[in-house]
């Protein structure tokens, strides 16, 4: 069981340091200062939960292995975050799309996390579940503003939204870990979010003049290590101290 | 106005000046003061924008979880700090758009060091701590300037930097105390940015060009020598500390006037850099148009999407 | 290069803790007064500094002007029965 919860958390803490990491690329490079500084809150919020998970699990695990070991020192199969969250920033309408799709999951998931069995989850998940309302809070007020924008940003948004449509399948497609946790009152049963996810979706749609994409989402691999293309990249960089000089303290 | 007139509303601004009394936004001001006001503080806004680049390069190769936040937060400080200057700079009439065209244009300086490359990790302790370390001795000065919005602005700023510097030497003292490949790799990183570190401060007071006014509006509250030596003074025990030297065989303490000499600034480079042509000046200024271009169909949505919906309002207001 | 209409500018006022009045702390641009909020809370809260904020756009502050200050503010000046130390008390008397 202990094994069993250590890589639930892991999987916790993978989504928020891969998208934590993925923001932080934003920063210096955003559309107008202030929104580059709300990108990067967003990021320290990610990578602060990141640290909270790990930090646990490192307890958990009881190996002498620290929040840095976990981050750092695992190979891409290792890792079991979502393929949605590992995806390239693209432009700013990718990136607030892949943001609200993980936003708008992240919010109810952690809704759900905070009745845990397990105590110490549920604290984390108490403490994110405010920074997460105001991540939604953004993306969502983006997302409208994009889609209901000027026509160039309209197409941008639209665009955006389409393209990870098909990552959001993932979500919902409950592993074995999942069930187990699920079932065990510890873990989230993700499938029962599945109805209320694309209801709000859809609503935030609505209000942006954005079309639900034609397509059903499907694609998945993630949260079982088999990643895009775009993880090994971002590792190789990610990594690139721990690797290049083992065993030293920065 | 006649220009009898202005003579007298200069002199009376001047006698408030030497009286100590803040210069606010409405207040009469000479044009000159106004232009070199929104001259310095544009550059220190294009200054903190320009750096967030440099250090931004290892944010993504942080070595561990607590180095990345702390960077990150770092680097987004300078952010808020550009902010907050451009907001005194637009006290003075001036925009935030223009001046941030001006500096893409090439036609608005901004601070050399950031010219330099980050080829380590240590350079990220070494810009923290030197470079930071530099920047904090001119802007504690700042925060006593004449004009109200820019020191109040400043007052800020040194109270959020003041953990900026502990940071970079935090990271030094860590790769001090380490392997000997990371007291090397700490070595080099002071061996780089000594000396541009102490160009930071300026051409020598006798080359200086806007200083005199500048301390007489009391924009600036000490020369460029005087803060270069309180710099170096303050910062080669922290190097002694570290166990590191910095690269200058002339240094020696002076018993005599209570400072450290150093030796020689190579003012070619400085002014080589300054004109455009250091290792990264036009990396820098491509990737913050880069930025730029690429925002705007951003910031021009949210425009368009707030004028639709402050139109749907009042449509909305007035049939009820 | 330039944007056809520039972010207006907003002035950000915070109150760092109830009890304290609202205080004036730096300006920033935003679209409306909604992303003003937000921007405001992202960039002069990151050290939570407030917990309430006020946004207005800056052309609408009406600002009194710096030439009329002696007559605007100097007649107070000599008023100086409207301050308690202008009242002689003897220090016998205690809670007035």
């Not at chain 1, 983006?142 to 955006?160: A, N, P, V």
């Not at chain 2, 705007?296 to 139109?311: F, G, I, L």
């Not at chain 3, 002007?65 to 002696?70: I, K, L, R, S, V």
Request: one cysteine or more.
């Amino acid at each position: 069981m202990k094994e069993r919860l250590f890589d639930y958390i892991l999987q916790l803490g993978d989504n928020s340091l891969i998208l934590g990491h993925r923001l932080s690329e934003w920063c210096g490079h955003g559309p107008i200062l202030e929104v580059d500084m709300a990108l990067t809150n967003i990021s320290l919020d990610l990578i602060g939960q990141t640290r909270n998970y790990f930090q646990y699990a490192a307890k958990i695990e009881d190996k002498g292995r620290t929040e840095d070991d976990l981050a750092f020192l695992r190979t891409d199969r290792q890792y079991r975050n979502y393929l949605l969250v590992e995806q390239p920033n693209g432009d700013f309408a990718a990136t607030i799309a892949r943001q609200f799709y993980f936003d708008s999951f992240h919010l109810l998931f952690l809704q759900e996390l905070v009745k845990s069995k397990d105590e110490q989850l549920a604290a984390i998940a108490a403490k994110s579940v405010k920074e997460v309302s105001y991540h939604l809070r953004f993306s969502s007020d983006w997302l409208i503003r994009l889609g209901d924008g000027t026509e160039e940003s309209r197409t941008k948004m639209q665009e955006g939204v389409d393209d990870l449509w098909n990552f959001t399948a993932e979500f919902f497609l409950m592993n074995d870990l999942e069930k187990e946790m699920a079932a065990a009152g510890i873990g989230v049963d993700v499938q029962a979010l599945e109805e209320s996810y694309y209801a709000q979706i859809q609503e935030v749609f609505e209000a942006a003049k954005i079309q639900m994409p034609d397509y059903k989402p499907g694609q998945i691999g993630g949260k079982d290590g088999m990643h895009s293309e775009h993880l090994g990249h971002l590792l190789a960089e990610m990594q690139y101290m721990q690797r290049a000089y083992p065993g030293m303290e920065w | 106005m006649s220009d009898q007139q202005i003579l007298n509303l200069e002199e009376r601004f001047q006698q408030r000046i030497d009286a100590e009394i803040k210069v606010e936004p409405k207040d009469w001001m000479p044009e000159k003061y106004r232009k070199t006001l929104i001259r310095q503080i544009s550059q220190h806004a294009h200054s903190e924008i320009v750096g967030m680049l440099p250090e931004g390069n290892w944010i993504s190769r942080a070595p561990s979880l607590r180095r990345k936040v702390a960077l990150l937060a770092k680097v987004q400080d300078e952010a808020g700090h550009g902010l907050y200057l451009y907001s005194a700079a637009e006290t003075l009439g001036a925009e935030r758009d223009q001046l941030t065209r001006d500096l893409l244009d090439g036609k608005a300086k901004y601070s050399s060091i950031f010219n330099y490359p980050t080829l380590s990790w240590a350079d990220i302790g070494a810009i923290g701590w030197l470079v930071d370390g530099a920047a904090i001795m001119n802007q504690v000065m700042l925060t006593r300037n004449s004009y109200g919005p820019y020191a109040r602005a400043m007052v800020k700023i040194c109270k959020e930097e003041s953990f900026h510097q502990r940071q970079g030497y935090e990271i030094m003292l860590t790769l001090a105390k380490g392997t000997e490949e990371q007291k090397a790799m700490a070595q080099d990183a002071l061996n780089r940015w000594w000396w541009p570190s102490l160009m930071m401060f300026g051409p020598s007071d006798a080359e200086s060009t806007h200083s005199a006014q500048s301390m007489k509006w009391k924009i600036k509250r000490k020369s460029n020598d005087e803060l270069r030596q309180q710099f170096v003074d303050v910062t080669i025990p922290q190097a002694d500390f570290l166990g590191l030297s910095v690269p200058d065989k002339d240094l020696k303490w002076n018993e005599e006037s209570g400072h450290y000499d150093f030796g020689p600034i190579d003012w070619d480079e400085f002014w080589r850099v300054v004109k455009g042509n250091g290792p990264c000046n036009r990396d820098r200024i491509k990737a913050r148009r880069k930025a730029y271009d690429e925002g705007k169909w951003v910031r021009e949505a949210a425009m368009a999407h707030a004028e639709k919906k402050k139109e749907r309002k009042a449509k909305l207001a007035k049939s009820a | 290069m330039s944007d056809k209409k520039n972010w207006p500018l907003y002035e950000v006022f915070i109150r760092s803790k109830n009890g304290l009045n609202h205080r004036h702390v730096g300006s920033l641009h935003a679209t409306d007064e909604e992303m003003a909020l937000e921007n405001a809370r992202d960039v002069y809260t990151r050290r939570s500094e407030g917990v309430s904020i006020w946004v207005v756009e800056s052309r609408h502050i009406f600002a009194s002007n710096p030439d009329e200050a002696g007559e605007l503010f100097e007649p107070a000046q000599d008023k100086v029965y409207r301050h308690p130390t202008f009242y002689e008390l003897p220090d016998e008397v205690k809670h007035i």
